[in-house]
T-cell receptor, first 116, second 114 residues
Framework: DSGVTQTPKHLITATGQRVTLRCSPRSGDLSVYWYQQSLDQGLQFLIQYYNGEERAKGNILERFSAQQFPDLHSELNLSSLELGDSALYFC???????????????FGEGSRLTVL | DAKTTQPPSMDCAEGRAANLPCNHSTISGNEYVYWYRQIHSQGPQYIIHGLKNNETNEMASLIITEDRKSSTLILPHATLRDTAVYYCIVRPRISGGGADGLTFGKGTHLIIQP
């Protein structure tokens, strides 16, 4: 158990819809990262937040957005969903900006999104 | 733009040492080598990291060549639960105001055979 909680674990929706994935980081961790893992793309870094502010952006589509709230939980919003958005979405957290002393990121168990 | 090269798959017998190689010939002086693993559809898990010295923890050992262009992750006594995809990642050790996300390649699918 990494201490990172993601909900929902599974989500099935239709094309064109919008969904929100939620992540609660480990207690005390200020950084939250979002990753997408699809069969053909592997693990792709989407975005990072640190203490409520966006700090780094990866391959995140304009249809996707994220935010980190004052209590440090984070949400990833996916809109105008397409079949290709079906994937596992992972959240990770770390102590500081880049993983504290070890550079370690702690990953949640993921949210599996299926778009039909 | 891959910074590391790993074999796509490897087999190892249960109870034997599993040695997973990684080439990172373009590694910079300030870049560390990190290893993570992902057991089927679970979240990736940190294993170990190092700069230039060999490192050991309760999970594994990391051997980095003197020129730092390659490394080997060693699982000393592999068990069936070690079957996973193992990712070798190079990244700068960032402190202060730096921030980034880990860049995962395709990794090595290690299969432990009973």
């Amino acid at each position: 158990d990494s201490g990172v909680t993601q909900t929902p674990k599974h989500l099935i929706t239709a094309t064109g819809q919008r969904v929100t994935l939620r992540c609660s980081p480990r207690s005390g961790d200020l950084s939250v990262y979002w990753y997408q893992q699809s069969l053909d793309q592997g693990l792709q870094f989407l975005i990072q937040y640190y203490n409520g502010e966006e700090r780094a952006k990866g391959n995140i589509l304009e249809r996707f957005s994220a935010q980190q709230f004052p209590d440090l939980h984070s949400e990833l919003n996916l809109s105008s969903l397409e079949l290709g958005d079906s994937a596992l979405y992972f959240c990770a957290s770390s102590e500081g900006l880049a993983g504290g002393d070890t550079g370690e990121l702690f990953f949640g168990e993921g949210s599996r999104l299926t778009v039909l | 733009d891959a910074k590391t090269t790993q074999p796509p798959s490897m087999d190892c017998a249960e109870g034997r040492a599993a040695n997973l190689p990684c080439n990172h010939s373009t590694i910079s002086g300030n870049e560390y080598v990190y290893w993570y693993r992902q057991i089927h559809s679970q979240g990736p898990q940190y294993i170990i990291h190092g700069l230039k010295n060999n490192e050991t923890n309760e999970m594994a050992s990391l051997i980095i060549t003197e020129d730092r262009k390659s490394s080997t992750l060693i699982l000393p006594h592999a068990t069936l639960r070690d079957t996973a995809v193992y990712y070798c990642i190079v990244r700068p050790r960032i402190s202060g105001g730096g921030a980034d996300g880990l860049t995962f390649g395709k990794g090595t699918h290690l299969i432990i055979q009973p």
